[in-house]
């Protein structure tokens, strides 16, 4: 079965720290676009962050910008989404998911939701006091 399982969501105060992991299973990332896209309650989902399938290229949504970190480890298999100076409003579902080849291998500041596939779960990020 082809599909990405995201981990490491919580609890966590403002201006904590978590750090998202996405692995995949049946299949190899490297050659994959990554997305995070994150989906609050009432809201529609929205990208995050991507990174290409070389690692060269990353994106970041305004919101996240310096304060969130993508990376991938291809040896792993694993997409990483490190969040640091967590806000109340970072508060959603986390969800990884890949982008489909014959869109690219690369990223789009503004990504279409329709362009990803092998949607995981998701994780969820909690932050309160």
């Known amino acids: 079965q082809l599909q990405l399982v995201e981990s490491g969501g919580g609890l966590v105060q403002p201006g904590g720290s978590l750090r998202l992991s996405c692995a995949a299973s049946?299949?190899?990332?490297?050659?994959?676009?990554i997305g995070w896209f994150r989906q609050a309650p009432g809201k529609e989902r929205e990208g995050v962050s991507c990174?290409?399938?070389?690692?060269?290229?990353?994106t970041y949504a305004d919101s996240v910008k310096g304060r969130f970190t993508i990376s991938r480890d291809n040896v792993k298999n694993m997409v990483y989404l490190q969040m640091n100076s967590l806000k109340p409003d970072d508060t959603a579902v986390y969800y990884c998911?890949?982008?489909?080849?014959?869109?690219?291998?690369?990223?789009?500041?503004?990504?279409?939701?329709?362009?990803?596939?092998?949607w995981g779960q998701g994780t969820q990020v909690t932050v309160s006091s």
């Open positions: 998911a890949a982008r489909i080849p014959s869109y690219g291998r690369t990223c789009l500041i503004n990504p279409r939701l329709y362009e990803y596939r092998y």
């Open positions: 049946g299949f190899t990332l490297d050659s994959n676009a």
């Open positions: 990174i290409s399938g070389t690692g060269y290229i990353t």
